[in-house]
C-alpha cells in the first residue's frame, strides 16, 4: 500500500467463525469499519461530533477480494489508505493480512460520502483538511 498508510492489528475471535472454522465473510467487514474508524479517530475526527453537528459518514460503495480465509485465533492486521475520489467521495484502499507472514487475506475499496442532516453530500471542511493532509 501507499506511504499514508494507517495500519491496526487484531485476532480473529471464535463467534466470528462459522461451520467450516473460518471467519464468515460478513465478519471481514466489520474489521475493515474498525479500521477507518481507528484511522478516523488518529487524524482527529470524532464520529459522535459530527453526526451531533448533523454530518454523518456513510459507505456507499464496497468492492471486496477475498484471497485467503482467517481462522480462530489468526493474528492480523488491517491497513487503511484513503484517497479523495471526487469532490464528494472518499475512497478507502484496506487490506486484511495474516500475522506474521503478512499474507493478503482481503482486499477492498471502500467508497464514502458524508450527508448532511437533510441527506444532501457535504463534506465538511475538517474532514476535508485532514484528508488533504493526511
Given at each position: 500500500?501507499?506511504?499514508?498508510?494507517?495500519?491496526?492489528?487484531?485476532?480473529?475471535?471464535d463467534?466470528?467463525?462459522?461451520?467450516?472454522?473460518?471467519?464468515?465473510?460478513?465478519?471481514?467487514?466489520?474489521?475493515?469499519?474498525?479500521?477507518?474508524?481507528?484511522?478516523?479517530?488518529?487524524?482527529?475526527i470524532?464520529?459522535?461530533?459530527?453526526?451531533?453537528?448533523?454530518?454523518?459518514?456513510?459507505?456507499?460503495?464496497?468492492?471486496?477480494?477475498?484471497?485467503?480465509?482467517?481462522?480462530?485465533?489468526?493474528?492480523?492486521?488491517?491497513?487503511?489508505?484513503?484517497?479523495?475520489?471526487?469532490?464528494?467521495?472518499?475512497?478507502?484502499?484496506?487490506?486484511?493480512?495474516?500475522?506474521?507472514?503478512?499474507?493478503?487475506?482481503?482486499?477492498?475499496?471502500?467508497?464514502?460520502?458524508?450527508?448532511?442532516?437533510?441527506?444532501?453530500?457535504?463534506?465538511?471542511?475538517?474532514?476535508?483538511?485532514?484528508?488533504?493532509?493526511?
Open positions: 500500500m501507499e506511504q499514508n498508510c494507517f495500519s491496526i492489528e487484531m485476532a480473529v475471535r463467534y466470528e467463525c462459522d461451520m467450516q472454522g473460518v471467519v464468515n465473510n460478513a465478519v471481514y467487514q466489520n474489521y475493515l469499519e474498525h479500521a477507518r474508524h481507528e484511522y478516523l479517530k488518529s487524524i482527529g470524532d464520529f459522535a461530533d459530527l453526526t451531533a453537528r448533523g454530518i454523518n459518514l456513510v459507505v456507499t460503495r464496497a468492492e471486496i477480494d477475498y484471497r485467503m480465509s482467517l481462522k480462530s485465533g489468526d493474528r492480523f492486521a488491517v491497513e487503511v489508505s484513503p484517497e479523495r475520489l471526487s469532490p464528494l467521495r472518499i475512497g478507502f484502499r484496506q487490506r486484511i493480512l495474516r500475522l506474521p507472514d503478512r499474507t493478503i487475506a482481503v482486499q477492498a475499496l471502500i467508497i464514502g460520502t458524508a450527508l448532511s442532516a437533510t441527506g444532501r453530500p457535504r463534506i465538511p471542511a475538517e474532514l476535508d483538511a485532514l484528508l488533504r493532509r493526511g
